[in-house]
């Protein structure tokens, strides 16, 4: 007697068995975490940059002590105010968000003249911190098929300490600078990713589990289309 063994019969669903092209969901994985890279180099960058603003504008020690710590405070702010956020405006939104408080932060920093408008400069840098730690990672683990969503969602640690180490060749190319002008360049260098990094943002698609959410089921179909015929 012949034996035969069957196994289980898969169902295919129609839309969900189309063949994912996880390439083109990396790229905008890539793009949205070098919100991350931004966070972490306007943050390290200050470690050496702080060394040059402190004799610059002849800053006391307790000063700069509290100019390098509250940044860490606004994060919080930042992260607390990311997902109310992302929610109303959307996540594709919430990342140029992200990207107007870094830009605001190097600007208002490498443009400082005295310790108020540093203060300044480290709040938006903070807030964007916060926002940028919450959103990306969020925005990515959306748009990923499952297949894929494990490494495309590790992204955020690569670019973290890829930010941390640019930031470090930042104040190593410029510390010899003059002393007003190198830790002003070290800072405001940053600003132009964060332009660039916007406009890109712009052209991704939203995130299809946010449509969803706001019942927009035409721009949910479309977005989900987009997504997985990449």
């Not at 208002?108 to 003249?113: C, Q, R, V």
């Not at 589990?209 to 990449?230: E, I, P, T, Y």
Request: net charge positive; proline share 3%.
């Amino acid at each position: 007697e012949l034996q035969q063994t069957v196994g289980p019969k898969k169902k295919k669903n129609a839309i969900f068995a189309i063949n994912i092209n996880s390439r083109y969901h990396g790229l905008c994985s890539v793009a949205c975490t070098q919100r991350l890279s931004r966070q972490s180099a306007e943050v390290a960058v200050m470690s050496g940059a702080s060394l040059y603003i402190k004799k610059d504008l002849k800053m006391t020690d307790v000063q700069l002590e509290i100019l390098m710590g509250i940044v860490n405070l606004y994060s919080i702010l930042g992260s607390f105010a990311a997902g109310r956020t992302s929610d109303w405006i959307g996540r594709r939104y919430t990342v140029v968000f992200t990207a107007v408080f870094f830009f605001a932060g190097a600007l208002l920093t490498s443009f400082a003249a005295n310790y108020a408008m540093l203060m300044a400069g480290q709040f938006a840098t903070g807030i964007g911190a916060g926002y940028a730690i919450t959103i990306p990672p969020v925005y990515t683990a959306e748009i990923s098929p499952a297949s894929a969503r494990g490494s495309l969602t590790s992204f955020h640690e690569i670019f973290s300490n890829l930010g941390i180490l640019l930031s470090y060749l930042s104040n190593y190319a410029f510390a010899r600078f003059p002393l007003h002008l190198g830790w002003r360049i070290m800072i405001g260098i940053g600003a132009a990713p964060s332009v660039a990094l916007a406009f890109v943002t712009l052209t991704m698609p939203e995130s299809p589990r946010w449509l969803v959410m706001k019942g927009r089921l035409a721009d949910f179909f479309m977005n989900f289309f987009l997504l997985s015929l990449q």
